[in-house]
């Protein structure tokens, strides 16, 4: 770490202890950073200081796997504040030995309101084996509106050491002491601390009248959350407002009681202002509307409250507010300042229906494929309350939520935070072989190594029937309600690794069928990271692009770059066919340039929906998205392009991109059905979630949510396939670009 030079004695105190030259007197460790993240990672590895090995200064930081309690270990330190500025880079440099089933690296994450906004822990560019010092940088764009903390250190995955030194921070070239604060103007909310750590709400059996109650109360307190001026603009803590009066709205023993009592309330706030231009100037183009359930229906309310509530709903509001705002030239709902209450791990009565009236708020208003919910999202909320309120633990509240998330349909809900008591749910280990679902049987596929002599017991191709002597058909009943997802297929995906390959027990009985027979079998489990030196290096060495052959060339969009454009133009030059493989994230954003590349006349491809504040609920098309350019170095053969239900999102995007050209087919299944740039959402207990934010469709208004991407030739791949080892979609792909090009 960075060694301090002339007059020392007068030099002036450093702001943020980067370097971590400055130590504790009591600890003797660096002041303000932090060794682990959690028990376990303190128990699996070691964090020390060291004296002898060090690049600089009077010590580095070392860190060893010591034991199996976790996959990887991490020391960090936290900067909650907000810079002025655009990129944010750290540097240092990182020694390893012996680093294997896994890697070493530096971290850097910048934290929004909702969750993290920005990460990169250098599993790009991991360090293994072992290594002398060097120099290593991660960088990430930085949003000063969204940000407000960073979070950066070491981290080791798997086994070995590592020694880390010299933590350097930039924001735009400067040392991160040398840039500006942002100043944070504080919100009227922000000062209402009254039910911080309790709702004051205890644990109650609710009764068919309580449901009712609670149901209508959660569509008031959403529906004012995100239309009256004075909640909207940050001048109360809506969540505080809601502890005030639920105990009211629980007891109330009819109708025309709960509606005093929500009158009441709505009193104490300012009468809004009228919006003179009632009319939404986008009415016309309006094509998702609404919905404000038994609010305005006069089924419940009375009269004078349902009078106000309306005024309400006609005032006049700011385009984003303090609870909400829109990502600048995406259009996304970016929602603000829902506190966390991390501490909560296992929330109150009180916050646990908080909880639920948060995220069904958010999707009721802002979330744009509200209108494909298989089911009624207001009896939903119904359905939902009674287990949020039973709950009797920090399992059963998870589950409760998952279950509520996963009703949505979306691919990108779902819990994206790590939580101890799910974990212990799905099971602390994993069978050592992989299985997928192919002709909707669960099939060994692979395996993680063969140290259990697993490769004799189980063959690639056997039908897995049962795990631990449930068969597979109960064991989807139990799981599929937990599995969010935008279709089956996509459940099908995530099922295996989720939920069915794990349990509690190190010893596994696994039925199968092979050949027409039924067999049991019995195995050891592995940890949950487990993983082989040699699955590692063959999924980072994947080549971005390649020649199958003179006439055809590959494109894997999971390690494609687009500094490797030309290089790829080149090397395709005289080529008849590209196939570009899609059953991956691609690692850079592909649409417009190599999608210019393959597409010879400009044109659309994809319009987006988005919401709005000033009517809530409601959303409207975008302009156009168009690509595709003409000149000398545009691509004359033709394209095939590979998709399944790992297509996902940014996949599925670039897919339209890529289909939109007169030379390109799309082979496959369906894709996981999840496009448009992702919203974060926090729930109380550090529930992290997501959904898409903005609605996704062709040009002529065909959905892609649910249903993905539009395909030309449907083909999954068989068990006699995989077998064999094939991958049939590969096949299909050079049997196609074979007859498009005779």
């Known amino acids: 770490m960075a060694c301090c030079t002339g007059f020392a004695s007068f030099a002036q105190q450093p702001l943020y202890n980067i370097d971590a030259e400055s130590l504790d007197l009591k600890t003797k460790m660096p002041k303000d950073w932090t060794l682990s993240m959690d028990k376990r990672q303190e128990q699996a590895y070691q964090v020390k200081l060291d004296a002898s090995v060090k690049q600089a200064g009077q010590h580095s930081f070392s860190i060893e796997k010591i034991g199996d309690q976790s996959q990887f270990g991490s020391f960090f330190y936290s900067i909650p504040k907000t810079f002025q500025g655009k990129t944010i880079e750290l540097k240092a440099y990182l020694k390893t030995e012996q680093v294997d089933s896994g890697y070493a690296g530096l971290f850097l994450r910048i934290d929004g309101e909702s969750g993290s906004i920005a990460f990169d822990n250098m599993g790009k560019q991991p360090v293994t084996g072992t290594t002398g010092w060097k120099a290593y940088q991660i960088s990430l764009p930085y949003n000063a509106e969204a940000a407000n903390g960073i979070v950066f250190g070491g981290l080791l995955v798997g086994k070995g050491k590592a020694w880390f030194d010299d933590f350097q921070l930039f924001i735009d070239g400067k040392p991160i ?28 059996k609710p009764d068919q009248k309580m449901i009712k109650n609670l149901t209508i109360a959660g569509q008031y307190w959403g529906f004012l959350k ?40 709505l ?139 996963a009703k949505i349909k979306d691919t990108h809900a779902g819990l994206w935070s790590q939580h101890e008591a799910m974990e212990e749910f799905k099971g602390k280990y994993k069978l050592p072989f992989k299985a997928s679902f192919i002709e909707n ?20 191709g056997d039908v897995i029937s049962s795990i631990n002597g449930k068969s597979i058909a109960q064991l989807l009943k139990t799981y599929l309600p937990l599995t969010a997802a935008s279709n089956y297929d996509t459940q099908l995906r995530d099922l295996p690794g989720a939920y069915l390959l ?20 019995q195995t050891n489990g592995v940890g949950l ?66 999608g210019n590349y393959i597409k010879p006349v400009p044109g659309p491809f994809a319009k987006f929906t988005n919401g709005t504040l000033v009517q809530p609920g409601s959303f409207t098309y975008s302009e156009l998205e168009s690509n595709g350019k003409l000149n000398d170095t545009t691509y004359a053969g033709k394209v095939v392009v590979i998709v399944n239900a790992v297509s996902q999102s940014q996949a599925e995007y670039t897919t339209m991109a890529f289909q939109s050209s007169p030379n390109v087919k ?77």
């Open 177 to 204: 002491e040398q840039v500006p604060i942002k100043p944070r103007i504080i919100a009227k909310a922000e000062l209402d601390t009254a039910f911080s750590t309790s709702s004051r709400i205890p644990a109650f």
């Open 226 to 265: 995100y239309h009256h001026p004075a909640i909207v603009k940050g001048d109360y803590n809506w969540d505080a407002e809601l502890f005030r009066f639920l105990p009211q709205v629980i007891a109330a023993k009819d109708n025309q009681e709960l509606s005093k009592i929500l009158e009441a309330q």
């Open 267 to 405: 009193d104490q706030l300012p009468v809004p202002a009228s919006n003179d231009n009632k009319a939404n100037p986008n009415a016309q183009a309006i094509i998702l509307k609404p919905d404000y359930g038994q609010l305005f229906n006069a089924s419940v309310l009375s009269k004078s409250l349902t009078t106000k509530l309306m005024a309400v709903k006609n005032s006049k509001r700011d385009p984003a507010g303090y609870y909400l705002s829109f990502e600048a030239g995406i259009g996304n709902p970016r929602f603000r300042n829902e506190k966390a209450y991390k501490e909560m791990t296992y929330p109150d009565a009180g916050y646990r229906i908080l909880s639920l009236y948060r995220y069904w708020a958010m999707i009721n208003y802002f979330f744009p494929y509200k209108n494909i919910i298989p089911t009624d999202w207001n009896q939903e909320l119904a359905i939902a309350l009674p287990e949020f309120i039973s709950a009797k633990d920090t399992q059963e509240y998870l589950l409760a939520s998952l279950k509520n998330i």
């Open 441 to 460: 049987k669960l099939v060994v596929t692979g395996y993680y190594g063969d140290t259990l002599a697993v490769k004799q017991k189980f063959l690639v």
């Open 502 to 521: 794990r349990g509690h027990t190190e010893t596994f009985s696994i039925g199968l069928e092979r050949e027409g027979k039924a067999l049991t079998e």
């Open 529 to 594: 990271r487990y993983v082989t030196k040699e699955e590692l290096d063959k999924s980072r060495n994947k080549p971005g692009y390649k020649l199958l052959n003179k006439d055809l060339g590959y494109v894997y969009p999971g390690a494609y770059r687009n500094a490797d454009l030309p290089a790829i133009k080149a090397l395709f030059k005289d080529t008849k066919g590209i196939i570009v493989d899609m059953r991956c994230y691609p690692s850079e954003f592909m649409p417009f340039s190599f």
């Open 666 to 742: 799309v082979i496959g299944s369906t894709t996981a059905g999840a496009d448009g740039n992702v919203s974060a959402i926090i729930l109380p207990g550090g529930i992290r979630t997501m959904i898409s934010g903005i609605g996704v469709f062709y040009p002529d208004g065909t959905p892609t949510q649910q249903v993905g991407v539009k395909i030309d030739y449907v083909i999954k791949p068989t068990i006699k396939g995989t077998i064999a080892g094939k991958d049939e979609l590969l096949d299909k792909a050079k049997e196609m670009l074979a007859e498009m090009t005779k």
